[in-house]
């Protein structure tokens, strides 16, 4: 039963061009949502999270739209740079405090061609 | 200064044996947690500890047993291993209800033989 779905496997962008990155998910108990960013031979490290009540999370190139009634989530990067590219986890928790267990989506490879 | 650490980083070894996976967090931490990433690329939890205690225990075989002996450490025991427990076991600690201050080590790529 794979509640977080990441659709794309892979994703080439130019550099200097928006990166758009999807997620969906099908428990709507989940209330907390998150994109992890993953190198090769490395753990997933924490790039922005988004809470139910809201629907968009900027942090500087990265921002992440919410859409909870398609149960949609996506993180848009612009402008691209070659070091973005990495594999990108989309995650979701339920029941926060007292229960930080995340959902993971299988990942979606994102390649910036220079 | 690595804050989540995991050894051994590579853990080639035969069915039936018994090997241990170490986790170390010096964050500060209260929350440390074992995922497991197969070989279609899911990421799954198996376990979470809170300062020492057993928070969430996923659908595991028996013969996967974590122990914490402090809350910086959280240790991870395979016994009787089988080819289908080939994968990467990540470790991961948080501060209580931060999801933020998620963070992951490196990763152990086990491979049963």
Redesign the interface.
Known sequence: DQQVKQNSPSLSVQEGRISILNCDYTNSMFDYFLWYKKYPAEGPTFLISISSIKDKNEDGRFTVFLNKSAKHLSLHIVPSQPGDSAVYFCAASADGFGNEKLTFGTGTRLTIIP | DTA?SQTPKYLVTQMGNDKSIKCEQNLGHD?M?WYKQDS??????MF?YNNKEL??N?TVPNRFSPKSPDKAHLNLHINSLELGDSAVY?C?S?P??Q?????????TRLTVV
């Open positions: 989540v929350t947690y279609k690329k899911f990421l799954k939890i979470s928070i969430i996923e990540f991961a948080s209580r209800g999801f933020y201050g998620y963070t992951f080590g490196s990763g």
